[in-house]
C-alpha cells in the first residue's frame, strides 16, 4: 500500500466534500440573498481535523486550482456566507467546487 500523507488525506476530504456540497447563503451588499453549493477552506479543516494544518489545506487547494480540478465560485469580493462550518457566524470566505459542475 501507498503512504497516506496529509496532502492525501486532504484531496480525499475535497473529492467527499464534493459528493455532497454544503450550501451557503450568500449575502451581497444591496442585494436579496442567495444559496450557493460548494465547500470552503473551513469546511475541510473541520472534516479532517486539527492534526492537518491550515497550511497544508490551502496548498492543496490552491494546487488543485492550478491543475483546473477546482474553481472558485465567482462571486463579488464584498460577499459574505452564513453560516461558517466552525462557528456559524457570517464571514467573508471563497467557496469552491469541483471545475466540471455546473451548479
Known amino acids: 500500500m501507498s503512504q497516506d500523507t496529509k496532502r492525501d488525506r486532504v484531496w480525499k476530504t475535497i473529492l467527499e466534500l464534493e459528493s455532497e456540497p454544503p450550501e451557503y447563503t450568500l ?7 442567495d444559496t450557493i453549493v460548494g465547500f470552503t ?9 486539527d492534526e492537518i494544518s491550515k497550511r497544508t489545506i490551502h496548498d492543496v487547494v490552491l494546487t488543485m486550482v492550478e491543475y483546473g480540478l477546482l ?31 455546473e451548479r
Open 27 to 33: 449575502y451581497r451588499t444591496g442585494e436579496a440573498p
Open 71 to 101: 474553481k472558485m465560485v465567482k462571486e463579488p469580493s464584498y460577499a459574505s456566507i452564513s453560516p461558517h462550518p466552525i462557528t456559524g457566524e457570517q464571514v467573508q470566505a471563497d467557496v469552491y467546487r469541483m471545475d466540471n459542475d
Open 41 to 49: 477552506k473551513a469546511d475541510i479543516q473541520a472534516a479532517v481535523g
